[in-house]
């Protein structure tokens, strides 16, 4: 049987099957993106709404998997961001250990999980993506994703390049788009949409090379205004997070 582990201790949101309970057709995900881009951005940032926009932008090519992960260390500069994730300023700064640069800042983008650029330069993060692009086992994991009843169905591929052959999977909820009223702080009196917000994320199991599926329950990835999921295949782990071998994104209704 497999199990679901979190960061944390999965939360369990009341309400939620309620929303998806009548969904009864297959759904899958876009096939084969080249691209995961996780920006790490706050409402308290001044210089982060630029980056935002970007992130719609990407979120639109579905080649591209563009996921905002909101963080909570500017919290006490007078605004308390209500999108953060302490989660998020952990995997920030463990990418950033990985790397060797420390480089922790916000708007960061990090893509697939080995590159990061400042999150507003639109042409640095196409540039990124075409590099990392060319690494070995970047990209190269076939994963797909379908709603089905009540419980998502992941599966990843077998390796095609023998060098990858361990990855964990992760699935995110995801709310599309959530338009945020700041009122204090450097974006006092703005109003900023943030683009594939990341709700929750939750760690699916183990990727050994060869062909994999799992089941997980609707209920355990859902809550109010989470609109879509993204699934990722990712060598490391939490701590020590590696290249995206793999990823899918699909709309939950």
Not at 76 to 82: A, H, R
Request: hydrophobic share 40%; charged share 20%.
């Amino acid at each position: 049987m497999t199990t679901i582990t979190a960061y944390n201790s999965i939360s369990r949101w009341s309400g939620a099957l309620g929303i998806f309970a009548v969904v009864a057709i297959v759904r899958p995900a876009h096939a084969d993106p080249r691209a995961v881009v996780e920006l790490f951005t706050s409402q308290g940032c001044s210089s982060c709404p630029p980056a935002d926009r970007v992130i719609g932008e990407l979120a639109k090519d579905p080649s591209i998997i563009a996921l905002s992960m909101p963080i909570d260390y500017w919290d006490y500069l007078g605004w308390k961001d209500t999108l953060a994730d302490s989660r998020f300023s952990a995997r920030q700064k463990a990418y950033s250990h990985m790397r060797g640069d420390r480089d922790v800042y916000t708007p960061q983008a990090v893509i697939n999980g080995s590159v990061h650029v400042i999150g507003s330069d639109r042409a640095g993060i196409e540039g990124a993506i075409s590099d990392t692009e060319k690494a070995e086992g970047v990209m190269s994991v076939p994963v797909s994703m379908a709603v089905t009843g009540k419980q998502i169905n992941v599966s990843v591929a077998a390796s095609k390049d023998p060098a990858v052959t361990h990855g964990e999977v992760w699935i995110c909820s995801v709310s599309k788009a959530v338009p945020i009223s700041i009122g204090r702080g450097e974006n006092r009196g703005r109003e900023i949409t943030y683009h594939n917000v990341v709700r929750n994320i939750l760690k699916v199991g183990d990727w050994n090379g060869s062909p994999g599926s799992w089941s997980v329950p609707l209920e355990n990835i859902s809550r109010e205004g989470v609109d879509a999921a993204a699934v990722y295949v990712q060598d490391g782990n939490r701590d020590r997070p590696g290249p995206m071998l793999g990823a899918a994104y699909t709309s939950l209704h």
